[in-house]
């Protein structure tokens, strides 16, 4: 199943994708779950899709703005330094736990909508990523459960400024610029995923593939993040966790490669879909 936030005559909503349009839930749960975080937080997900699944399509795709899968999460945990091959072009040491630095939901846009350049710099970078996204609570979640906690897997783009984020031994600014990260086009429901499956992550930027790896080539898969990050933290239901980028990043090419005003970046993960947004000067 694929669920996505999308935006409509001026309305935010959440729906089902089906191949004749989205199916309104904000709308068939009279307004009780306006967004998809809040249905993932109350449990209500498979019984809305239940009751709903007679239900004509509310809108049809091509009239929708896709809004970031989850709009309004509060905490979006994002990895580095995950994949062998960029951890080497990127000169950093190995180390025993994973790196992980924080988003806004600010910095995203969905499917489709620009990526902003800022006009502070000339050095917007494309990061393709896997995100999953926390469907059920909790604390300490050992290894061994941790696929149990997944709502779903979508597609992003964890575009960083560059020479912000070198401004100081911290990621912060470089990673969260307004609307410089893509974040779609939705969800895939873990049911249709095989716990541990290979999925393989492909970024293009103006058609021409930059990077290319799968899941198995991460330092630490994904019931070790979900691990490691609910020691600290409370995992909640619309949590999202980016799971880092593989080599062929831009700024460590031969030259530099940045993405530019009227480009188009696509990132694409198996099983999922692809997320598609261009670059626009801010």
Not at 103 to 127: C, F, K, M, W
Request: glycine share 10%.
């Amino acid at each position: 199943m694929k669920l996505l936030s999308y935006e409509h005559a001026g309305r935010a909503s959440w729906g089902i994708v089906t191949p004749s349009g989205v199916i309104d839930l904000a709308a068939a749960s009279a307004g009780r779950f306006p967004s998809l975080r809040s249905a993932l937080a109350q449990d209500a997900l498979e019984r809305l899709v239940r009751d709903s699944a007679a239900r004509a399509p509310d809108v049809a795709l091509k009239d929708i703005r896709y809004l970031p899968v989850i709009p309004d999460a509060q905490k979006i945990f994002c990895v580095g330094l995950n994949y062998e091959e960029h951890r080497v072009e990127a000169n950093r040491p190995k180390t025993g736990e994973p790196t992980i630095f924080l988003r806004t939901p600010t910095s995203q846009v969905g499917h489709n909508d620009a990526i902003v350049l800022p006009r502070e710099s000339s050095s917007l970078d494309y990061e393709g990523e896997i995100a999953i996204v926390i469907g059920r609570a909790g604390r300490r979640i050992s290894e061994g459960d941790a696929w149990s906690h997944i709502a779903g897997y979508s597609a992003y783009n964890d575009a960083s400024v560059r020479d912000w984020q070198t401004h100081t031994s911290q990621w912060t600014g470089g990673k969260n610029f307004d609307a410089t990260g893509g974040f779609g086009p939705w969800l895939v429901t873990r049911d249709e995923i095989e716990d541990d499956e290979e999925l393989t992550l492909v970024t293009r930027l103006n058609g021409v593939e930059m990077q290319r790896a799968t899941t198995k080539m991460m330092i630490f898969g994904i019931p070790r993040l979900i691990a490691y990050l609910s020691t600290f933290a409370t995992l909640l239901p619309g949590d999202v966790i980016v799971t880092g980028t593989p080599g062929g990043v831009g700024f460590k090419r031969t030259p530099p490669v940045f993405m530019a005003d009227g480009d188009t970046v696509e990132i694409e993960v198996s099983k999922v879909g692809t997320l598609v947004n261009r670059i626009a000067r801010d």
